[in-house]
């Protein structure tokens, strides 16, 4: 029998179960506006135009906000700044409730997207610290996966509290959660696992061994000297391009995947928007089972690199064939059937790339993650303000229109599977080994050595 002090406290697991809560609340507040809009718009006697510019104002803070929310939680550490950004957005997102002026709810979702490009940077950043690097994707995979039960529940709890309350009395009622939650998180959570009375020393001391053994004493610049680093890594690009890449064709699922149906098979878009929830669905599933395949394959090989490079570029490389496959069928089951596989095969490089982060940004995690992060929010809005653009280039070409049946919308598979493939090279060419800050084309000098680092460092 292990004694309590020989037999880990886990803290480590509920430390990822807080955090997952925050990811639920983030989507929660963050796509409830969404299904509140008519009647919301209504209640404040705005046009549709306005309201798509305060829908749209989220997004656009939320991209440019990664670095510098980024940046912030590095500085002052997660206990501080998660917290922080979420009583932000609550308080924010609640004042709605309180006056429905255009500029106040303008405001609220400009708050919104900043508090929020916080929020996932410093995540990242506590899953790295307490977790050694076999476990850290599964986490990564937890986190990814709350994001997409938070939108749902976003869409679902609006759409049923809609028969009972005004709409901005629910949005003002959805935002108290994230005040306890961040109440609550700043009593219980400790930066380090050192530092939290829960932790026994079998626990302290499995997170220890395993950030020691990733460690090879790799540089962690500070100030300009880490941001030019970081900047001028080849492995930050490739990092930075795979996210930009696959978040591109994810959210092509989330805008335009319905219509392809209804253009390309004859189905209502009511029919499509209900066979569109299959690869979402796939999605949450595919991020779960990414986290626990690529600790699987650390714990069994000992490469990092094998784990997150070779994981993410076979599924991201299989995920491009079967969209392509399923451009060549016509039978609308087995399109989906494939697409469905294809969502969940790139969902489970989610958790590798999360986990890239942690395992090469070096005392510097929650900045290399904004900057990725911010670089697939623009892929996404990039590839899905680019298919109408692609559409009306395949149209004006005859032998091209003809090629692709007469319908532009057949060529949009084709360049889908195209997008993931980009995903795929991405990984293939990126070098897992140390930091990104030690591969890159600004060398800095290395500081000296430190009794205790918050994150560790990698090899391959």
């Not at 100030?223 to 890449?245: D, E, H, K, N, R």
């Not at 784990?307 to 599924?315: F, H, L």
Request: contains cysteine; proline residues 5%; glycine residues 10%.
């Amino acid at each position: 029998m292990l004694s309590n002090q020989s037999r880990p406290t886990n803290v480590r697991h509920w430390v990822t179960a807080w955090l997952a809560v925050a990811a639920i609340l983030a989507y929660l507040s963050r796509n409830s506006i969404g299904a509140a809009q008519i009647p919301l718009r209504a209640e404040m006697g705005i046009s549709e135009e306005e309201m798509g510019d305060i829908l749209g104002a989220f997004f656009v803070f939320y991209a440019f906000a990664q670095i510098p929310m980024g940046w912030l939680g590095d500085r002052i550490g997660s206990r501080l700044s998660i917290p922080l950004f979420v009583a932000a957005w609550s308080v924010a997102t609640s004042l709605v409730g309180v006056s429905g002026a255009f500029v106040v709810v303008m405001a609220s979702r400009i708050a919104n997207g900043i508090a929020q490009a916080g929020v996932f940077p410093a995540s990242t950043r506590s899953i790295a610290i307490w977790n050694p690097p076999g476990s850290r994707a599964m986490a990564s995979g937890i986190l990814g996966a709350a994001m997409s039960v938070g939108g749902a529940l976003g869409v679902g709890l609006t759409a049923w509290m809609l028969n009972y309350l005004p709409a901005r009395s629910i949005l003002a009622i959805l935002a108290l959660p994230g005040i306890v939650w961040a109440i609550g998180f700043w009593f219980w959570f400790r930066e380090r696992p050192g530092e939290h009375s829960s932790v026994n020393s079998s626990e302290a001391e499995l997170i220890a061994a395993g950030r020691a053994n990733a460690d090879v004493g790799s540089s962690n610049p500070t100030g300009y000297q880490m941001w030019l680093g970081l900047f001028l890594s080849p492995a930050t690009w490739f990092i930075c391009g795979q996210q930009f890449f696959r978040a591109g064709a994810y959210a092509f699922f989330t805008t335009w995947f319905p219509t392809y149906l209804a253009e390309t098979k004859n189905i209502s878009i009511g029919s499509s928007g209900y066979l569109t929830m299959l690869p979402l669905i796939a999605t949450v599933v595919g991020s779960t089972m990414g986290g626990y395949c690529s600790d699987s394959v650390y714990r069994w090989t000992g490469s990092l690199s094998a784990a997150r490079k070779g994981v993410s570029s076979i599924s991201l490389a299989m995920c491009a064939s079967l969209v392509l496959g399923a451009y060549f069928c016509t039978n609308i089951a087995s399109i989906i059937t494939l697409i469905t596989l294809g969502a969940f095969l790139a969902a489970i490089a989610g958790p590798c790339a999360y986990t890239a982060t942690m395992d090469m940004g070096g005392r510097n995690v929650a900045s290399l993650f904004s900057t990725m992060n911010m670089m697939g929010n623009f892929g996404a809005g990039a590839f899905a303000g680019f298919i109408p653009d692609f559409k009306n280039w395949v149209e004006s070409s005859p032998q091209l229109l003809e090629f692709f049946g007469g319908n532009s919308w057949n060529a949009v598979l084709p360049l889908f599977a195209a997008i993931y493939a980009g995903a795929a090279g991405c990984w293939l060419l990126l070098n897992m080994r140390g930091t990104v800050f030690d591969q890159s084309l600004w060398k800095v000098p290395k500081p000296q050595p430190e009794k205790e680092t918050n994150q560790p460092s990698s090899t391959a």
